[in-house]
């Protein structure tokens, strides 16, 4: 089955406690981002990646981190999580349209994030 | 900066009628618009992609328009069920990035 997954899906934390969210896609997708939710704010781009090795921040990069060493992978780390990063957290891969831009985005189920 | 609204923020019908939602967007320079349906506590899901050359996108009861030059996009769903209950956003593709709405959450009532 075609799919996006991350792990953990619900995480309770400390300040300043590493941690890492991992994302996986089965669908020898490119392109893959991560997107934070929260109330009144919809979706926001945290980070995203063109290709293995390739990456670039979005919207809202400061404290996360992102690597992409194998395509199918893409995870997101905190390095010293804060209160203000309690959110619902989302991966999203896609393949890129043939006319330019980005084809359907397939997201996963959500991690949702609560640092104490 | 591109900027995506969606109105209204919240709608309530009853079961069986048609509605529409609305997504309006400020930068014309899009690839494309993807409409998603995004139930409580869960991940979104893709219903309708419009390239920006296109009119319009239909699957099965739902129908999305699209006028690049107007900034404007319609989600058309009709005979609306219980079913369909859920938030649904918008989101416009202006490259290597999407920009969301912040969705309309709707409600079908029985």
């Known amino acids: 089955e075609a799919q996006v997954t991350q792990n953990p899906r619900y995480l309770i934390t400390v300040t300043g406690k590493k941690l890492t969210v991992t994302c996986s896609q089965n669908?020898?997708?490119?392109?893959m981002s991560w997107y934070r939710q929260d109330p009144g704010l919809g979706l926001r781009q945290i980070y995203y990646?063109?290709?293995?090795?390739?990456?670039d921040k979005g919207d809202v990069p400061e404290g996360y981190k992102v690597s992409r060493k194998e395509k199918r992978n893409f995870p997101l780390i905190l390095e010293s999580p804060s209160p203000n990063q309690t959110s619902l957290y989302f991966c999203?891969?896609?393949?890129?349209?043939?006319?330019?831009?980005?084809?359907?985005?397939?997201f996963g189920p959500g991690t949702r994030l609560t640092v104490l | 900066k591109q900027e995506v609204t969606q109105i209204p923020a919240a709608l309530s019908v009853p079961e069986g009628e048609n509605l529409v939602l609305n997504c309006s967007f400020t930068?014309?320079?899009?690839?494309?618009l993807q409409w998603f349906r995004q139930d409580p506590g869960k991940g979104l899901t893709s219903l309708l992609l419009?390239?920006?050359?296109?009119r319009e996108q239909t699957s099965g009861r739902l129908n999305a328009s699209l006028d690049k030059s107007s900034g404007r996009s319609t989600l058309y769903i009709a005979a609306s069920q219980p079913g369909d209950s859920a938030t649904y956003l918008c989101?416009?593709?202006?490259?290597?990035?999407?920009?969301f709405g912040e969705g309309t959450q709707l409600t079908v009532n029985p």
């Open positions: 999203a891969s896609s393949l890129f349209a043939s006319g330019g831009g980005l084809n359907t985005q397939y």
């Open positions: 669908m020898n997708h490119e392109y």
């Open positions: 990646s063109m290709n293995v090795e390739v990456t």
């Open positions: 930068d014309s320079a899009i690839y494309n």
């Open positions: 419009i390239q920006s050359s296109q």
């Open positions: 989101a416009v593709c202006g490259g290597s990035r999407l920009t």
